[in-house]
C-alpha cells in the first residue's frame, strides 16, 4: 500500500525525468546484479582449462594456441568455463546420460545428436547394466567432433551390517575410450545383472496382477525394446499406457518405489564387489544420485574402502552442499550429470543443463587418465603378445569403424597402435617405454581391412 502511493506521487516521478541519467544508471546497476558477475580465470583456473582442453581435442589442433584466446576466457561465479572451446565454443561435460539401450528413450545416435544440440562435447553413455550403445555412440559423436567416453551404471545392493534392510546404490563407471581392459569377465558380470533384471519385472508384473492391475508381460518387453533388459521405468511406461496410473510420477509414488507394493529386487550384486571389478578392468567408480540413499555416510564409508573414486555432488539445480561436505570428508572426486532418459516433462533434467566447475573437470580427468593409461597398455600389451583377431577386437571394440577405415586396405600394427595412442593419450602419455616395446613388437605385423593378421613378408 505504501509503494502504490509512493509510486504515484508526481514528486518522486519526476527524478527520473529531471535526472534521465541518474535513472539510466539505477537501470544497468540492476541488470548487471541479474546477469551475475563475470571476471577473468584466475592461474590455476587457466591451467586446469587449458588441460581439459587439451584433452578434449587430443586429435585436434588446440584452440588455446593463441594468448588473445586465452584473454577470452571468463568464469561465472561458480567456476564454469563460459567461454574458450574451440572458435569460442563452450566445452561441456555431460557425464551421466541413458538411451533405449536400457531404460532411455532414444537411441544412441539419437542421444548424441540431442546433446550435441544443448551444446556438449563431451558425453557419458551410462546405461544401466550394459554397454551395447557405446559403438553406436562412438560413431555417431564422430559427425559432431564430439568425444564419447564409455561408461555404465551398475545395478547393486549395499548390504548392511546392523540388521538394517539391504539398499540398491547405483555405481557409475567410466572407461577409457579403449573400453575396459577385461571387457568379456565385465560383460558377463552384467549379463548376469540383465537377467536378473528380467526376473524382477516380471515379478513386479507378477505383484501388479495381483493388486488388481492386470498388466501383461507382453506389454513390458514390447516397451523395452528386443534384447534390452526391462527395468522399473519400462513397468512405468506399460501401466500408463494401459490407463492404470495418469503418469510415470504416479506408478512409481504408487507402486514401483523402493519397497513399495510392486517393487522387487533381481540378481543385483554386493556393491563392494562392483567397484573392485571396475577398478580391475580399469575404470573410474562413482556413486549415482546418492541423495536417492537411506544412509549415504554409511554407504560411502564402506565403499570408499572398496576403490571408490568419486560421487555425485551437481544436479542442474546446484551443488548439493551435504554431499559436498561428504566427498570432502572421504577424499572423493564431486561429479554429476543430468540422468537424462528422454522421458520429457518438466521435472527431467536437460542433456548438459548440470554446470561442472573447471577444476572440477580438471580433477576428475587427472586421476582418471593414469588409470585409463594403464587400461590402454594392459589392452595394447595382449594383442603385441599374441596378435590375434580376438585381440584385436579387444583394441576396436568401441571405435573399429574409425580405426579401420582408410585408404590403403593393409597397414602395419605400429601404424595401428599410433592411431590409437593419438585418439586416447597426450603426446606425454605416449612417450613410455613400454608402448615403444610394443610398437617394436608390432612393427612385422600387418593388418588388413577384415581384421586379419600375419607377418608382413610371410606370402
Not at 170 to 185: T, V
Not at 408 to 434: A, V, Y
Amino acid at each position: 500500500m505504501v509503494d502504490d502511493v509512493y509510486s504515484n506521487n508526481p514528486s518522486c516521478n519526476s527524478t527520473s525525468s529531471t535526472n534521465p541519467k541518474k535513472g539510466k544508471d539505477k537501470k544497468k546497476k540492476k541488470t548487471k546484479k541479474r546477469g551475475g558477475s563475470k571476471k577473468k580465470m584466475t592461474v590455476e583456473q587457466f591451467m586446469a582449462f587449458k588441460a581439459v582442453t587439451d584433452w578434449v581435442y587430443l586429435d585436434q589442433p588446440s584452440p588455446l594456441a593463441s594468448s588473445a584466446a586465452a584473454a577470452a576466457c571468463i568464469i561465472d561465479d561458480f567456476g564454469v568455463q563460459k567461454g574458450l572451446g574451440r572458435s569460442g565454443q563452450k566445452i561441456i561435460f555431460e557425464l551421466h546420460s541413458h538411451s533405449k539401450c536400457s531404460d532411455g528413450f532414444l537411441s544412441p545416435s539419437k542421444l548424441v545428436e540431442r546433446a550435441h544440440g544443448n551444446g556438449v562435447k563431451v558425453l557419458a553413455l551410462t546405461d544401466h547394466d550394459t554397454m551395447d550403445g557405446i559403438p553406436e555412440a562412438i560413431e555417431a559423436a564422430r559427425k559432431f567432433g564430439m568425444k564419447i567416453i564409455p561408461g555404465v551404471e551398475i545395478s547393486t545392493i549395499f548390504s548392511t551390517r546392523n540388521g538394517e534392510a539391504d539398499e540398491p546404490v547405483h555405481i557409475l563407471a567410466y572407461y577409457s575410450g579403449c573400453g575396459p581392459s577385461r571387457f568379456e569377465k565385465l560383460e558377463s558380470f552384467l549379463a548376469n545383472i540383465r537377467d536378473g533384471r528380467f526376473l524382477r519385472a516380471k515379478d513386479m508384473v507378477l505383484k501388479l496382477n495381483k493388486l488388481k492391475l492386470p498388466l501383461k508381460w507382453e506389454q513390458v518387453a514390447r516397451i523395452a525394446g528386443k534384447g534390452v533388459a526391462p527395468g522399473r521405468l519400462h513397468v512405468a511406461r506399460a501401466m500408463v499406457e494401459a490407463g492404470y496410473v495418469e503418469n510415470l510420477k504416479q506408478a512409481f509414488s504408487k507402486y514401483l518405489y523402493d519397497g513399495g507394493p510392486a517393487y522387487s529386487t533381481g540378481k543385483e550384486p554386493d556393491a563392494e564387489e562392483a567397484i573392485q571389478l571396475i577398478c580391475e578392468t580399469g575404470g573410474l567408480a562413482v556413486v549415482a544420485h546418492p541423495w536417492a540413499l537411506k544412509n549415504p555416510v554409511a554407504v560411502v564409508s564402506r565403499l570408499k574402502n572398496a576403490g571408490l573414486h568419486g560421487m555425485e555432488v551437481y544436479r542442474s539445480d546446484g551443488k548439493l552442499t551435504v554431499y559436498d561436505d561428504l566427498a570432502d570428508a572421504y577424499g572423493l572426486l564431486k561429479l554429476g550429470g543430468s540422468d537424462y532418459h528422454g522421458r520429457g516433462g518438466n521435472s527431467e533434467s536437460e542433456l548438459g543443463s548440470v554446470n561442472l566447475p573447471v577444476l572440477v573437470i580438471h580433477e576428475f580427468l587427472k586421476v582418471a587418465r593414469p588409470i585409463w593409461c594403464g587400461a590402454i597398455k594392459d589392452i595394447l600389451q595382449n594383442f603385441a603378445e599374441e596378435p590375434s583377431d580376438s585381440n584385436l577386437v579387444r583394441i576396436t571394440r568401441f571405435g573399429r569403424t574409425r580405426i579401420l577405415k582408410g585408404n590403403s586396405p593393409t597397414f602395419c600394427g605400429k601404424d595401428l597402435i599410433d592411431h590409437c595412442l593419438s585418439l586416447w593419450l597426450t603426446n606425454e602419455e605416449c612417450q613410455n617405454t613400454e608402448f615403444e616395446a610394443i610398437r617394436i613388437k608390432l612393427s612385422h605385423v600387418s593388418i588388413n581391412q577384415c581384421g586379419i593378421q600375419f607377418p608382413i613378408g610371410s606370402k
